[in-house]
């Protein structure tokens, strides 16, 4: 069983800055993709940022130049550094990981809460 496990979010003021981590843990675990997404109330999910295995990023156009995603492979921990916050980041963000052991898989974080005050 894989569990993912995120810190980070919480309450800062528009231009702050926050760090995001999760950390994934299990046996026999070799991770793939790891993500950030988000997804405001009644909207879709939103990709934040992704990075490969060998560390080849991608952005969503919104948080280019602001946001920069990360990842400890020997750690199992991907994280997403967010600078020049703007209310509209404003949301539930979550990690998703991708995994080939023990099985192929997708698998979610429990979500962590970001608010960007004006």
């Known amino acids: 069983q894989v569990q993912l496990v995120e810190s980070g979010g919480g309450l800062v003021q528009a231009g702050g800055s926050l760090r995001l981590s999760c950390a994934a843990s299990?046996?026999?675990?070799?991770?793939?993709?790891m993500g950030w997404y988000r997804q405001a109330p009644g909207k879709q999910h939103e990709v934040v940022a992704r990075?490969?295995?060998?560390?080849?990023?991608s952005y969503a156009d919104s948080v280019k130049g602001r946001f920069t995603i990360s990842r400890d492979n020997a750690e199992n921990t991907v994280y997403l550094q967010m600078n020049s916050l703007k209310p509209e980041d404003t949301t539930v963000y979550y990690c998703?990981?991708?995994?080939?052991?023990?099985?192929?898989?997708?698998?979610w974080g429990q979500g962590t809460q970001v608010t960007v005050s004006s």
């Open positions: 299990g046996s026999n675990l070799s991770i793939t993709s």
């Open positions: 998703r990981v991708v995994t080939t052991t023990p099985i192929p898989s997708i698998y």
């Open positions: 990075i490969s295995a060998d560390g080849v990023t």
